[in-house]
């Protein structure tokens, strides 16, 4: 019988330690690749093949969602199942949107993370219970802000929405977030110093923002990185 070789992101090591386990004891299943940050998934993800990579949400470096979305785009043969604390329908919706194929809440892991990846694995999507209505009330939510905003809203900042930032203007607010000099940004993305700075200008353009402290409260928001 063929094992489903499996790939486990998480920066939390004793959460990486209990998913191992989990899933060795599991018939079939063989984690053959571990990684502490979004970054790291990708690099283990495209120099070691895998059947299904787990990815928690929120992880330095490189969100959850941003490596999945990487995973999926540079190993189309690979399933990517999504970890979260958040039981909210925007970071389900999000993360079907970048290609994963399940979401899983870090809370019934027990339960559900064995049913996800067969149901993952057979090509089905796996949703936590109540995801759906989630889903819905979320679209609703952002039906009404639309609307709001079509209507000419009263705080005068006219920023774009949150959606159009680009992921890579995503990874600067991250890193911005989480402290990072303009220097540091420019040498984790490998870009120059002058491409960060325009980002940001950019990034606080789009938002309506003006400072670090606001797209930090942005950043926890979006779940780019923990409160």
Do not use: W
Request: charge should be negative; include cysteine.
């Amino acid at each position: 019988m063929a094992q489903t070789r499996i790939l486990v992101a998480d920066d939390h090591p004793i959460v990486l330690a209990g998913l191992r386990r989990l899933l060795d004891a599991q018939e079939g299943f063989a984690v053959v690749a571990e990684a502490a940050d979004g970054m790291e998934a990708v690099e283990r993800a495209v120099a070691e093949p895998v059947d299904l990579a787990i990815v928690d949400v929120s992880m330095p470096r490189k969100t959850g969602l941003q490596a999945a979305r990487d995973i999926t785009r540079r190993c189309p043969g690979t399933r990517v199942l999504m970890l979260s604390m958040h039981a909210d329908g925007q970071y389900v919706y999000e993360a079907l949107a970048v290609g994963a194929s399940g979401y899983v809440l870090k809370t019934a892991v027990d339960r559900d993370l064995v049913d996800a990846c067969h149901a993952t694995l057979r090509g089905e999507p796996f949703l936590y219970p109540d995801a759906v209505r989630a889903l819905i009330r979320e679209h609703l939510r952002d039906g009404g802000e639309r609307g709001a905003a079509d209507g000419g809203g009263d705080d005068g900042r006219g920023g774009a929405g949150e959606g159009e930032l680009s992921p890579r203007e995503l990874e600067v607010v991250k890193l911005i977030a989480e402290a990072y000099s303009n220097d540091e940004i420019a040498e984790q993305l490998v870009i120059s110093k002058k491409t960060v700075e325009r980002h940001r200008a950019n990034i606080l353009e789009k938002l309506g923002m003006r400072d670090r402290v606001e797209l930090t409260r942005f950043a926890i928001r979006r779940g780019l990185v923990e409160p």
